[in-house]
């Protein structure tokens, strides 16, 4: 069964950090940039960030986030991280995970190119 797992939101403080978990089952996400993105309450869901399939793994962020969050995998574990530092209130998001069909540049911040998506996890930045 082909699954996308996504865990380690909860509630933070601002300021916090999370290091969020996409693992995958019945599939290699090798052959595949893998994307974060996040939907928050009457708003529709954006791109955070992306990584490549390329062994150099490049990496794409929306600029509210840039400098803040840090994408990367570990191809042993199958599974890809989003570490999320300095947060704010405005991150207060369900945070999906989901392979792309295409290149992050070109599937990270439009409404097409996904193949699987996870359930979500919470993230609640809030004091």
């Known amino acids: 069964q082909v699954q996308l797992v996504e865990s380690g939101g909860g509630l933070v403080q601002p300021g916090g950090s999370l290091k969020l978990t996409c693992a995958a089952s019945g599939f290699s996400l090798d052959f595949f940039s893998i994307g974060w993105f996040r939907q928050a309450p009457g708003k529709e869901r954006e791109g955070v960030s992306c990584?490549?399939?390329?062994?150099?793994?490049?990496?794409l962020y929306a600029d509210s986030v840039k400098g803040r969050f840090i994408i990367s995998r570990d191809r042993a574990k199958n599974t890809v991280y989003l570490d999320m530092n300095t947060l704010k209130p405005e991150d207060t998001a369900v945070y999906y995970c989901a392979t792309l069909t295409t290149r992050c540049e070109y599937g990270l911040f439009s409404r097409q190119f996904k193949s699987n998506w996870g359930q979500g996890t919470q993230v609640t930045v809030s004091s």
């Open positions: 990584i490549d399939s390329t062994t150099v793994g490049t990496t």
